[in-house]
């Protein structure tokens, strides 16, 4: 029964490499499709976001993916805030210039710019799915969602 259920993951399970480690887990999801959304890095961007992932990587051993390069952003967004805002003693005043920032600002993962509940108004995301490739398992991005356009592969 399990398996005629339709599965879908979380950006908590993307490139989980437990997942694609166990053969077994590996091997239903797989069969199952099991597509998983992860914030995205804009393909377009690349040249933006790409020199500061290696500089990460370079300086740390980690690779930097969209989370740590989102919060590279959201750091030179709060600065500017706080930077606008004074001091944080009047925080409406801060989430003021916070709001005012975010929506100024264009960085490695493309603007930062919020809609009505806070949230990027422009939001990109990759969907990955375990694939067996060459007798293992591994994860495959399997589409893309930019902006109003889903493309998948």
Do not use: C, M
């Amino acid at each position: 029964i399990l398996s005629s259920t339709r599965w879908y993951g979380s950006d908590g399970v993307a490139l989980s490499a437990a997942l694609v480690g166990d053969s077994d887990a590996a091997a239903f999801a797989a069969s199952a499709g099991y597509p998983n959304p992860t914030f995205g890095l804009p393909d377009a961007l690349q040249n933006l976001w790409q020199p500061v992932a290696n500089a990460i990587e370079a300086r740390t051993g980690i690779t930097a993916d969209a989370f740590a390069l989102s919060a590279y952003d959201a750091l030179f967004v709060v600065a500017q805030a706080l930077q606008d805002a004074g001091n944080l003693k009047d925080f409406a005043r801060f989430k003021e210039a916070f709001v005012n920032a975010a929506n100024a600002y264009s960085g490695v993962t493309g603007s930062t710019a919020l809609d009505s509940a806070g949230d990027r108004l422009n939001a990109d995301f990759d969907f990955w799915a375990v694939r067996l490739t060459n007798g293992s398992y591994d994860w495959a991005r399997i589409g893309t969602y930019t902006n109003g356009t889903l493309t998948l592969f």
